[in-house]
């Protein structure tokens, strides 16, 4: 069974400026921010009109200090609007709104963990947003949602190569094989064929 | 996959529904149903005239759900290569005429939010089968609908007796134009654009779209347009071993059917792909007038779509 | 062909399915030479040679009403084998029509469909179902269409709506398959789903295939052959219940070889659907031990040197891993090196 190397495995690149949208809306989570801010800066540079339509959503996710100086500078920098959240829980329920309130020529870019992505997407596939008007990079940790093919619970924060189903305590094989109507990678048991023999475990998603 | 399949035709009833506009419905000609399709499909008429065939590409404006018969609209065309002219001069109640089996390249996007439909001209016969898919479903639509004056405009009175305030009339005559930018600047998130008729609407649509930040994906188009005329040239094809004569008002494809080579074809109007052809020998220059290939393609010369594609030269060889 | 069913044959448990002769010599064997490679093998789904499993355009075999049987198995203890996202409502019905349509048409005595109008009266004599209905309308059928049909026909079934230049999972009733999940993959596209699928993508015939099923036309249906081995002749090999048929690789011997390991081939046939413009993919499962196929000396070589010879990245992809060896241990001595003809005709 192919575990790595699976085509469907999502790839994310460094976030550009899309100069064909009209509006443009971003999400960041932590780290992310410093990639949106990348973006801004480029924006302002070739094509500053775009700042005023554009809207920020930001978690920073972690102690205030850390991302005070990234939220200091989205502050100055002249966006349509900046909305500050708690957590990505929040940030997400208010994107879901704001989609509802969006008009065509929208542009979505989104950097943060991958797991945050994937559930961004996951609401903005519900919009009939395709890949044509998402830009996302991945930024942060790399832990993964893990759907358990067997009993089809979701496992959480994912940083090992096999880790213990959080439904059905199955040790499962963590593959590259993603779906983004889940968000989240496959998950199959790993000593199915032999069991009790489960391979050592390894942090590989870090 | 080309005429392999066609089905029997007659034609049961015709009507000049405009100036220039016949409607022409026909049932199959052993009494059964006609295959099932969906809105926005075409049917390729075979049209067996004096001199030469005609294949054109007409929407089917019938409703999907009605499979008795199948209805098309013909405007009869200025400057004709004699298909419309067929059509309107030469094709009676009761005459036979074959079709290919209905194909699709211009279908409603399932998973849209909301679908704005816009049409000029003759370009109304294929939303006519779609809004019977999309009447009393739960996705919203607009109907946005451009001819030169009201005698122009066919099927009215059906559409404004279905579509009441969905639809929207703009009369040339009067001075009427769609406000492109408004229509397309506020439209929600997941919205399709749909365009039908002449060439000029659709670029006008498409480049609108595209500026208030559409992506392609969203903007959906189909025109038809008969092959564009041009110097007569000849084209030798390397397997059939056959030289032909590509005169000025038949296609390259068309000219290769006369001869008894058959190319695949869907569209017949150089947007498919699908009879895409390899230029092995060229002295001279290919005139393409296909949306198909990317301009690097065009550029190097190692193909052509012979439905609409031509070519000035003094020796041309196809890979046929 | 006229099919005798053999009703209480079992795909689990005791597994007491068996072929027949008349079912061995029309098995479809998918390798027309000694070696196999993947290839874009497409060809137009037409009628074929009488008695063959392409005569007609679903298959109805003496294993028929235990194959639905199975399925309803499988469908009340994991409903969500069955999945249809709300837009391919008018997909389902499509389906329906062309299963109904061509199995009345080609089997009448098992089956008939008569229509007046939209109301449809459909009997299905093996199964002993009789239902009116009218086409298009949900409420009256018991269950959704394709669900209601799915369970009537042999095979699983996979449909995917044509947009944005591609091909998406968005429904399908899928309980004989080669270990891949419905429920995972339902929303990807055609090349996301193929995405565990090593060295095809390399060799690009997933573009070339996608590239050729965006043109498929209305009445011009294709099909193809893939295969894979299977022990016993189990048909849900679902990643789901890996944890049931998982441990049979472990159980195999060189002894025991022809009858545990089965070969497993699907007759993968593409339809495009009229109303709804998507494409239907019907992948049909046929199964045969090894002991059976041993009995064609020709297959017996053929199969022989096809497995001892295999690229190791397909052995790994199809499960093979732990008991290739033991079968073609099993298989080697019915191959005394003679040349076998090209085709799979049995000679």
Excluded at chain 1, 105 to 130: C, H, W
């Amino acid at each position: 069974m192919l575990i790595t190397g699976i085509k469907s495995k999502p790839v994310y690149a460094p976030l550009r400026a899309d100069a064909g949208g009209r509006y443009h809306l971003m999400l960041g989570i932590g780290p992310g921010g410093i990639a949106l801010l990348r973006v801004l800066a480029e924006m302002r540079g070739s094509a500053p009109d775009a700042i005023k339509n554009t809207r920020l959503l930001f978690a920073a996710n972690t102690p205030a200090a850390d991302a005070a100086d990234t939220v200091a500078q989205f502050k100055q920098i002249g966006l349509g609007s900046v909305s500050l959240f708690d957590d990505p829980a929040s940030l997400l329920d208010t994107f879901r709104t704001v989609l509802d309130e969006s008009l065509m020529g929208t542009r979505l870019y989104v950097a943060g963990p991958e797991s945050f992505i994937g559930l961004a997407m996951k609401i903005a596939l519900q919009f009939d947003l395709n890949k044509d008007e998402i830009r996302a990079e991945e930024m942060g940790t790399l832990a993964r949602r893990v759907y358990c093919v067997h009993c089809r619970t979701t496992t959480e924060e994912v940083r090992t190569n096999i880790v213990r189903c959080a439904g059905c305590e199955r040790w499962l094989q963590v593959r590259d094989h993603y779906s983004r109507r889940l968000a989240a990678y496959m998950g199959v048991m790993v000593d199915a064929e032999a069991p009790g023999e489960v391979p050592p475990v390894k942090e590989v998603f870090v | 996959m080309n005429d392999a399949q066609t089905l029997a035709v007659e034609v049961t009833a015709i009507e000049q529904v405009t100036p220039l506009i016949k409607h022409f419905k026909l049932g199959s000609a052993d009494g059964g149903a006609l295959p099932a399709f969906s809105g926005g499909s075409h049917i390729i008429v075979v049209m067996r005239g004096a001199l030469r065939m005609h294949r054109n590409p007409y929407s089917l404006l019938s409703s999907p759900r009605d499979l008795d018969h199948y209805e098309i609209g013909v405007r009869r065309m200025e400057e004709s290569r004699g298909g419309s002219h067929f059509m309107h001069d030469r094709v009676h109640v009761g005459s036979r005429l074959e079709i290919a089996h209905p194909v699709n390249l211009f279908g409603l996007d399932k998973i849209a939010r909301k679908h704005v439909l816009i049409a000029g001209g003759i370009g109304i016969t294929p939303f006519l089968a779609q809004i019977e898919d999309l009447h009393g479903a739960a996705v919203p639509y607009e109907l946005h609908y451009s001819v030169r004056s009201p005698e122009h405009a066919a099927f009215l009175s059906r559409l404004r007796e279905r579509e009441g305030e969905r639809l929207k009339m703009y009369y040339d005559s009067e001075g009427q134009a769609i406000d492109f930018d408004g229509l397309l600047s506020n439209q929600p998130l997941g919205t399709h654009v749909y365009v039908c008729g002449p060439a000029g609407l659709i670029d006008r649509v498409v480049a609108t779209a595209k500026a208030c930040g559409w992506p392609g994906s969203h903007i959906h188009w189909e025109q038809f347009s008969a092959p564009p005329v041009g110097d007569a040239f000849e084209v030798f094809l390397a397997r059939a071993k056959l030289t032909v004569h590509v005169p000025p008002d038949q296609s390259l494809l068309e000219s290769i059917e006369a001869a008894g080579v058959e190319v695949p074809y869907l569209c017949r109007g150089g947007v498919c792909g699908f009879c895409q052809t390899r230029v092995l020998e060229l002295d001279g220059e290919l005139v393409h007038n296909d949306h198909f290939l990317s301009d690097a393609d065009k550029a190097q010369g190692k193909n052509i779509m012979p439905c609409v594609s031509r070519a000035r030269c003094k020796h041309l060889v196809l890979d046929l | 062909m006229k099919a005798i069913f053999k009703p209480h044959e079992t795909f689990r448990d005791d597994f007491s399915f068996c072929n027949s002769g008349q079912a061995i010599r029309r098995f479809p064997l998918p390798f027309p030479e000694d070696e196999y490679m993947y290839s874009v093998n497409i060809e137009p789904h037409v009628s074929g040679p009488k008695g063959s499993v392409v005569e007609f355009a679903f298959d109805v075999d003496e294993h028929y009403v235990a194959e639905c049987r199975e399925r309803e198995l499988v469908l009340a203890a994991e409903p969500l084998r069955f999945q249809a996202l709300p837009h391919m409502l008018s997909a389902q019905w499509d389906c329906l029509e062309l299963i109904m349509e061509s199995l009345a048409r080609d089997y009448p005595a098992h089956f008939s469909l008569a229509k007046l109008g939209n109301r449809w009266h459909w009997i299905n004599r093996p199964l002993g179902l009789d239902q009116q209905f009218i086409f298009g309308d949900v409420d009256t059928l018991p269950r959704q269409p394709l669900d209601y049909i799915g369970r009537q026909a042999q095979g699983d079934f996979v449909v995917m709506d044509q947009r944005e230049n591609d091909l998406w999972t968005e429904a399908g009733v899928v309980t004989t398959q080669a270990d891949w999940s419905l429920d995972f993959d339902m929303g990807m596209t055609f090349k996301e789903w193929h995405g565990p699928v090593p060295l095809a993508h390399e060799m690009q015939v997933f573009d070339r295939a996608l590239k050729y099923l965006l043109n498929l036309r209305l009445g011009q249906p294709v099909r193809r052959l893939n295969w894979t081995m299977t022990i016993h002749p189990r048909l849900d090999t679902s990643p789901e219940n890996y944890p049931k048929w998982g441990p049979d690789r472990t159980t195999v011997t060189a002894q025991n070889a022809g009858d545990l390991v089965h070969l497993r081939v699907e007759l993968q046939g593409l339809w495009r659907l009229p109303r709804s413009n998507a494409i239907v993919f019907g992948i049909r499962c046929y199964l045969i031990s090894m002991r059976e196929l041993a009995t064609v000396p020709k297959w017996a070589r053929r199969v022989h040197r096809v497995l001892k010879n295999l690229h190791p990245a397909l052995v790994d992809y199809k499960g093979l891993t732990r008991y290739r060896d033991a079968v073609v241990e099993w298989l080697a001595p019915y191959d005394d090196g003679t040349p076998t003809t090209p085709g799979t005709a049995p000679e």
